[in-house]
């Protein structure tokens, strides 16, 4: 077979659904692994069954298991219990996100796999982790974003929390995993030891905010939600302009001081107000009133054009569609295509993991149906 | 040395500045790899001047650099530059946030590195990749956020878009660059070939967008944001209680019964409005005020009670504080601390990356000072 990826000739044998665990393996898919999903019989993943749907099969689904393999196995029955086993021979990761202690109720906890397969990496995603208090509480995203604080911390300042518009408990979980998995195959290949990872979803929402935790940690001041603008550096914000708004990120004295050039205002870089980072963060609103004012006599794409000539970072704030025709998007490869034999042909996001020497192509696997792979998983098992 | 993690072994020259490169490096740090920060002389990374500051020390700065090593040298230096290169013979990666074209300039480019230096791993992020039409525009986290439509499916219902609470931006495109850089360390493990990653802010943007980007193929609908609910899932979103809020995931039918069974409405779950979660989906503000009446009758404590003993995934929405208190945190050793010779005990977000048989001390190295390394990588070069 081709070298896919960096992962090529690993295998995966992914117990995991829904999607920490399946954003982990897919990722490890797109870098070439083999990911083998083994999914319960009859209905399969969880995910087989969340909208939106196309010709009858979920896009939702198809969107984190693209390139990946499917067959159907019943851990309760001794049969199928044999041939996952002999998958585990084969597999060089075992993937899972059950409640903690469900594995062990199958037979298959680290302890057990680790003694009979000792070159077997194991890897877990669970709500909460493998220990602790809470180890065995249920969790979903939407729980993990409430209870780790990054709501509390993403609003209109002063008005209610809001839900981050991505599944970043999970997301952000499968990404951790994936470092993690990936550390613990280096260490394998290195050393010929396994180990287990354990990954919790809360503990990566305490990691994603270091900077918050910092902040609470020094200045005792519990962070709130701040709008659009960023909680140390100024100016650092969404500023309105004649017709719309414009982000400008002028993230150091330099850029502050381009700023105040390109705003026809070079004064403001002297004022003993705005000198450094730290003067322009405590005097923000007046600050922005200031910048405003000048950014009101034009519409967003003058500002645009003139920041950017300037060497100014700055952007508009895309919508979905927007961001999707940003052209460096499609010189990047960013939107890729599957065929689906029932969904027809899906334009899903691409890799962003871009390595030199292997192919990116502009067209992908599909995801698999449910238990497509058995004929082919079995005859290769010699079963 | 002991064996501190899966990195163990591994030495990274880190010429990354502010957040998404030394993110990476941060886990790498954590994971127990070498990192040797090499700082431009005289104010050294720029984060070092990004407050909270204590005891004139940046607190943001320690928090992503702690555990690392650093030496200063400018780059454009013939002796300086001598230097840099006896690291990089020492080193297994180089990582670097540069705008494309900026280490090309100094001689450093990945073709001419991976010429003298076949087995090194050159780790790239930039804001907008290497390639394509605007990749040598500049880039900060908040235009990136801006620019890959986070922002606009992130904020209330209706009203303006926000902010992720945390740098999205550079977080994010620091877990996919560690993602593959430890992909690219096992494949050169396993076939002697060194590659070169390539990380682009906006590419990890859309990648994170992988919900939100298929549902517009999907549907032609572009998403807007939806305040504290799941785009997919119902009930699956912050709902009001006499005194408060309650985050209920109720993500299959199952748990839909049992809500309504705890909210002493069994009916409900037999409604032919709310039998799936598509028609939930659909039904959704009905489907809210029909809970929330039931809700409001008792206050938030009363609910996570009585719905945890129902086995259904709910939760506060707590802040930063709240979230640092949380027994779980504890239990998982998510508060670390360091002791920083300047700013005294700091209290940062812990590793989320827990891999059995390595260790995960409570109290970790402190960021170093710049060009603290010095006398000692001198000497360990024999120079």
């Known amino acids: 077979m081709a070298v896919r990826g960096p992962l090529s000739g690993i295998v995966v044998a992914d117990l995991s659904r829904i999607l920490a665990g399946p954003y982990c393996t897919f990722l490890m898919a797109e870098l070439g692994a083999r990911v083998i999903k083994v999914e319960p019989p009859g209905k399969g993943d969880d995910a087989r069954e969340y909208g939106p749907f196309r010709g009858g099969t979920s896009a939702y689904f198809a969107s984190v298991n693209r390139g990946k393999q499917s067959i159907a196995l019943d851990l309760k029955n001794a049969a199928d219990k044999k041939l996952f086993e002999r998958l585990l021979e084969m597999a060089d990761v075992l993937v899972e996100n059950y409640r903690p202690g469900a594995m062990e109720k199958l037979g298959y906890g680290w302890e057990a796999l680790h003694k009979r397969y000792p070159r077997l990496v194991y890897a877990a995603a669970s709500g909460f982790g493998h220990t602790g208090p809470c180890a065995h509480e249920p969790a979903y995203d939407m729980v993990v974003q409430g209870l780790g604080g990054i709501m509390s911390i993403t609003g209109p300042q002063g008005g209610p929390p809001v839900r981050i518009g991505m599944s970043i408990g999970d997301i952000g979980a499968g990404l951790y995993m994936a470092i993690a998995v990936n550390a613990a195959l280096l260490h394998r290949e290195r050393t010929g030891e396994a180990t287990m990872v354990d990954i919790g979803m809360l503990d990566c929402q305490i990691a994603l905010l270091e900077n918050a935790v910092m902040r609470y940690g020094v200045t005792g001041e519990v962070p709130g939600p701040l709008g659009a603008r960023h909680p140390t550096i100024a100016p650092f914000e969404a500023f309105a302009t ?129 238990d497509a792979d058995r004929a082919a998983i079995l005859k290769e098992l010699g079963l």
Request: glycine share 6%; aromatic share 4%.
């Open 242 to 370: 004649r017709d719309g708004s414009i982000i400008i990120a002028a993230g150091n004295d330099g850029l502050f001081q381009k700023l105040c050039e390109a705003l026809a205002r070079p004064e403001m870089a002297q004022s003993p107000d705005y000198k450094t980072n730290d003067l322009r963060l405590h005097h923000q609103p007046r600050l922005k009133a200031e910048i405003e004012k000048e950014l009101r006599k034009q519409p967003t794409r003058h500002w645009l054009k003139a920041l950017d000539a300037a060497g100014l970072p700055c952007g508009p704030i895309n919508d979905i569609a927007e961001a999707m025709a940003h052209p460096q998007v499609a010189a990047r490869n960013m939107l890729v295509t599957v065929d689906d034999p029932k969904a027809g042909t899906l334009t899903l996001a691409g890799n962003p993991l871009k390595l030199s020497g292997f192919p990116d192509p502009a067209k992908r696997e599909p995801a698999p149906e449910l």
